[in-house]
Nanobody, 121 residues
Framework: QVQLVESGGGLVQAGGSLRLSCAAS????????MGWYRQAPGMQRELVAD???????NYADSVKGRFTISRDNAKNTVYLQMNSLKPEDTAVYYC???????????????WGQGTLVTVSS
């Protein structure tokens, strides 16, 4: 079994910062892409940023220059440093990872349970 556990969400004022973490656990052989998505009320889930195992990253235009994604492969953990937060960043943030586990030699998509980020104006 694989678990993705997120932490770091909360309430922050506009202009503030938060750091999200997502740790994967289980019988993991390899993780290819790790990423963060978000879903605001009444909206579709959207990609915020993702990063592949050699470090190349990709960002939504709305967060470029403000958010930074990174990962620690030894800890199977991905981070999202969020600076200069805006009220429109308010959403539930979900971690996603493509993971290969023991005895199932294919990458499969796994999602965390989500963590709420609220930015007040």
């Amino acid at each position: 079994q694989v678990q993705l556990v997120e932490s770091g969400g909360g309430l922050v004022q506009a202009g503030g910062s938060l750091r999200l973490s997502c740790a994967a656990s289980g019988r993991i052989l390899s993780i290819s892409v790790m990423g963060w998505y978000r879903q605001a009320p009444g909206m579709q889930r959207e990609l915020v940023a993702d990063i592949i195992n050699i470090g190349s990253s990709n960002y939504a235009d709305s967060v470029k220059g403000r958010f930074t994604i990174s990962r620690d492969n030894a800890k199977n953990t991905v981070y999202l440093q969020m600076n200069s937060l805006k009220p429109e960043d308010t959403a539930v943030y979900y971690c996603k990872a493509n993971i290969m586990v023991v005895r199932d030699y294919r990458y499969r998509e796994h999602w965390g349970q989500g963590t709420l980020v609220t930015v007040s104006s």
